[in-house]
């Protein structure tokens, strides 16, 4: 059982940028796609960015546009997201999802693993 932790969530004002990371404790890290996800209350969790195993490939929500960067360090078992002029809407829980299978997915049921959540919150 693979366990992810994010961290890096916080309080913010508009304009403002974050970096949150992704940290995995097993030993097959480099084997997973990786995703972000984020949630806020009432609504699905949605889809925000994911990553390819060697960290070449990435894809992202419409929306994010240029403002999100996902990554990854293999070495490290971690995985990124630098989030730039961030915005009231970004306001959320992000979630990280690890995939054992599959292409850059964007849609929750296709990962099998999920960390806890952090708090993003973006003040305007």
């Known amino acids: 059982q693979e366990q992810l932790v994010e961290s890096g969530g916080g309080l913010v004002q508009a304009g403002d940028s974050l970096r949150l990371s992704c940290t995995a404790s097993?030993?097959?890290?480099?084997?997973?796609?990786m995703a972000w996800f984020r949630q806020t209350p009432g609504k699905e969790r949605a889809f925000v960015a994911a990553?390819?195993?060697?960290?070449?490939?990435?894809k992202y929500e419409d929306s994010i546009e240029d403002r999100f960067t996902i990554s990854r360090d293999n070495a490290k078992n971690t995985m990124f997201l630098q989030m730039n002029r961030l915005g009231p809407e970004d306001t959320a829980v992000y979630y990280c999802?690890?995939?054992?299978?599959?292409?850059?997915?964007?849609?929750?049921?296709?990962?099998?693993?999920w960390g806890q959540g952090t708090q993003v919150t973006v003040s305007s």
């Open positions: 999802a690890a995939a054992t299978y599959g292409g850059l997915m964007t849609r929750p049921f296709e990962y099998n693993y």
């Open positions: 097993g030993r097959s890290f480099s084997n997973y796609r």
């Open positions: 990553i390819s195993r060697n960290g070449v490939d990435t």
